[in-house]
Nanobody, 120 residues
Framework: VQLQASGGGLVQAGGSLSLSCAASGSIFSISSMHWYRQAPGKQRELVASITTGGTTNYADSVKGRFAISRSNAKNTVYLQMNSLKPEDTAVYYC???????????????WGQGTLVTVSS
């Protein structure tokens, strides 16, 4: 199972970026999918989560600005980021709780990370 993230880049404060993360490989099912981020010198933090049924949760710092969505048919999770601030600068990682074919339990799989830089 692999997760491939894309869509990071450089944007001015107030701008928007969209991230996507596609899961591939021997996937039996995907339960929740998540976006985390890690800023320089800081711990990795959970940004947004979405269940198979579409229930979402957000960190307080991004509520009202970010939107997580997913395509179950494409095994892909998205993160639309609006009104970006310099403090949103970080490497963003996608995470999926996935049951691989031949396995009985969920395991966490991670994408490679994509850098988002917001200039002031």
């Amino acid at each position: 199972v692999q997760l491939q993230a894309s869509g990071g880049g450089l944007v001015q404060a107030g701008g928007s970026l969209s991230l996507s993360c596609a899961a591939s490989g021997s996937i039996f099912s995907i339960s929740s999918m998540h976006w985390y981020r890690q800023a320089p010198g800081k711990q990795r933090e959970l940004v947004a989560s979405i269940t198979t049924g579409g229930t979402t949760n957000y960190a307080d710092s991004v509520k009202g600005r970010f939107a997580i969505s997913r395509s179950n048919a494409k095994n892909t999770v998205y993160l639309q980021m609006n009104s970006l601030k310099p403090e949103d600068t970080a490497v963003y990682y996608c995470n999926g709780r996935i049951i691989a074919i031949g396995k009985l339990t969920n395991n966490d799989y991670w994408g490679q990370g994509t850098l988002v830089t917001v200039s002031s």
